[in-house]
């Protein structure tokens, strides 16, 4: 989730049957840690140039259905270990193992407290729910920095002054659903990229949006990239994160996420209002707030929301288990406080929310 998602002991695994899956590549996949708990995982595994691949994603036992952030490496021999964080960003297990064909994970899950192994094996599962193309486009812009090297004022230039600007953007594709869903949901999710960023320009293209940063002033910087990842895919509902991140030199850099929640039956986003019983809203706030204190500490010592009334976050994610609610960086806090989280179980939804999302 961009928001946001960040021991290690032998397995020997057979890789004879192994067969690298290669980036970019969405997977769902089912199976058990252990022989009590099975779980649901999405992940996606991706690949930069000169870089290892990588993978993304949550999971959630399928009793629960709560998710939990994922991230690592898969090299080339197909081995990952992917470190498992909870809404506050604690590590709460790793996953390390390796691909056994193109379809099956297998390995242990690692404890993080006592260090307990348990076998785990995850098969990528046959499901009517949407697959997806990638696309990544990058733009570097060097004039400024070079004409900056050759400047008589060089002693006074920041190391930044020096360096290329950088732009890096990440689509997702919705591919094998209704072709009139496909057209409409990749539609708004290419506007709502495009309307990312801390400017108020609107750009009508991607190469456009490429191409802004050639028109940066002298003695200027900016490293940025947009993206979008999958945050939940179940039955006829599709959730996306489209996030925009940014360094221009400052204190530090800004970014931001925006979910998209779709009806991939129609194409249609769904809005929260959409979700939501008549006369609910208040209902789902105190719920809401009670599970925000629960999972980030007190309003008032934490100054969350810098001293005013809580407010329900702009970003939410309809889950298996409930709804997942996502602040931004400044929308609750300071920016050192983060960007956090909170879940509420879908038993406590009852009455709340339409009974269409409560399956």
Known sequence: MKTLFKLWLLIVIPFTAFANPVGNVYMKLKGKIGEKFSITMDIIISKEPSKPQSISGSYYYDNIGTPLDITGKLDDAGNFELTETDSKGNVTGTFKGAFIGKTEMKGVWINPKTKKETPFDLKEVPQNIALFDFEEQNHAYCDYADRNKKSTKKDTLSYYDTLCSEMNVAMVYVKNIKPAAC????????????????????????????????????????????????????????????????????????????????????????????????????????????????????????????????????????????????????????????????????????GIIKQEYLK
């Not at 809203?281 to 005013?308: H, M, P, Q, V, Y």
């Not at 300071?334 to 009852?350: C, D, H, N, R, T």
């Open 183 to 350: 057209t409409k949901i990749n539609n708004i999710l290419l506007n709502t990229l495009l309307q990312m960023g801390m400017g108020e320009t609107k750009y009508k293209s991607i190469n456009e949006l490429l191409r802004s940063i050639d028109t940066m002033e002298d003695f200027s910087y900016s490293d940025s990239e947009y993206g979008m990842s999958v945050i939940s895919n179940e039955d006829d509902r599709l959730c996306i994160s489209v996030s925009y991140w940014a360094n221009t030199g400052g204190a530090h850099p800004n970014g931001y996420s925006n979910y998209v929640n779709f009806n991939t039956q129609t194409g249609d986003t769904i809005m929260l209002k959409d979700i939501l019983i008549a006369g609910a809203n208040d209902s789902l706030t105190a719920k809401a707030k009670r599970e925000f204190i629960r999972a980030n500490g007190s309003l008032e010592e934490n100054d969350w929301f810098f001293g005013n009334e809580f407010k329900l976050a702009y970003n939410f994610v309809i889950t298996k288990g409930g709804l997942l609610f996502q602040y931004n960086s400044y929308e609750a806090g300071a920016y050192a406080m983060g960007a956090p989280q909170f879940f509420i179980p879908k038993g406590e939804l009852v």
